[in-house]
Antibody, heavy 112, light 107 residues
């Protein structure tokens, strides 16, 4: 069945770079888009960016200068890197297949 | 970016009540509107896709309607397990954008 699982550090220091991995199974990264979405504690959801099935990327303009999404199709993994982290980047980060299947999310805290 | 205005932000209802939640898009999104349910500590779960299609495995008491700019999620008879926050999402154009959410509680 379709599964996505996010992994990465739970704690990142301010001004540092966040690196997250989304490992997928049950579908091919060359057939479906994978997106990244985040949610600050107690708040709403924000669409961050996507890795398209053909390798192209799209980014939310609000994050574009800090965000990079890449993939390794041989490992069924999609990567998110975001630099210059601040405390308001704290939240749960999700990867999703298109708009249907979601990973469980990974909590990231930005704090010194 | 398309703005999604969701209402109400908070809703209190009794078991068996009919509940409606609305989302209004700042421009035409055709029928590219999904509804999600998020329970505390869990990932969002897709309930309705493309405005009115029920996702597999979702109870039939959930339904969606609308097109263009105005959309509605209806729960025909509220059950205790429906306590959650509900979000709409437009996926007509990039970047996809969410409504701010409706927190549904039992009266």
């Amino acid at each position: 069945q379709v599964q996505l699982k996010e992994s990465g550090p739970g704690l990142v220091q301010p001004s540092q770079t966040l690196s997250l991995t989304c490992t997928v199974s049950g579908f091919s990264l060359t057939s479906y888009n994978v997106h990244w979405v985040r949610q600050p504690p107690g708040k709403g959801l924000e669409w961050m960016g996507r890795m398209r099935y053909n390798g192209d990327t799209s980014y939310n303009s609000a994050l574009k200068s800090r965000l990079s999404i890449s993939r390794d199709t041989s490992k069924n993994q999609v990567f998110l890197k975001m630099n210059s982290l601040q405390t308001d980047d704290t939240g749960t980060y999700y990867c999703t297949r298109e708009v249907d299947y979601w990973g469980q999310g990974v909590m990231v805290t930005v704090s010194s | 970016d398309i703005q999604m205005t969701q209402s109400p932000s908070f809703l209190s209802a009794s078991v068996g009540d009919r509940v409606t939640i609305n989302c209004k898009a700042s421009q035409n999104i055709n029928r590219y509107l999904n509804w999600y349910q998020q329970k505390l500590g869990e990932a969002p779960k897709l309930l309705i896709y493309n405005a009115n299609s029920l996702q597999t495995g979702i109870p039939s008491r959930f339904s969606g309607s609308g097109s263009g700019t105005d959309f509605t999620l209806t729960i025909s008879s509220l059950q205790p397990e429906d306590v959650a926050t509900y979000f709409c999402l437009q996926h007509n154009s990039w970047p996809y954008t969410f409504g701010a959410g409706t927190k549904l509680e039992l009266k």
